[in-house]
């Protein structure tokens, strides 16, 4: 414990500043929207909320038969991890596929003007 803080508080707070601090970067380069710049606000918001209030979560770990929040929150954490994950899997996929249509194209094409070239 260092002063009134522990110390994964202060990591927490130091990963929570600069995840934001990225986040912004990137609205203000318009590489994302302002509802994503909200959204993880929110985010980080709940997320430092918990580590300063993690009792707070106790009783609602009890409607779900946990007995701690913080296992709750921990639980909850991995299991969005893994639903991100998967969402991200998909994604990379479709992208694959449609990568894999747009060469196969080209390449019908670029045959197509080669035939065309020879036979003149």
């Not at 997320?47 to 009890?62: E, M, Q, R, T, Y």
């Amino acid at each position: 414990m260092i002063g009134p803080f522990r110390l994964y508080q202060i990591i927490l707070i130091i990963v929570a500043i600069i995840t934001l601090l990225f986040i912004y970067h990137r609205l203000r380069n318009k590489k994302t929207t302002p509802a994503t710049f909200a959204l993880w606000i929110i985010a980080w918001i709940v997320i430092l909320f918990f580590a300063f209030k993690p009792n707070v979560s106790d009783p609602l770990a009890g409607l779900f038969g946990i007995g701690r929040g913080i296992d709750l929150l921990l639980i909850g954490g991995l299991l969005l991890s893994l639903y991100m994950n998967f969402r991200l899997y998909i994604k990379f996929d479709d992208l694959n596929q449609q990568i894999n249509e747009l060469v196969r194209a080209l390449a019908i094409r670029d045959e197509l003007i080669l035939d065309d070239e020879e036979d003149e």
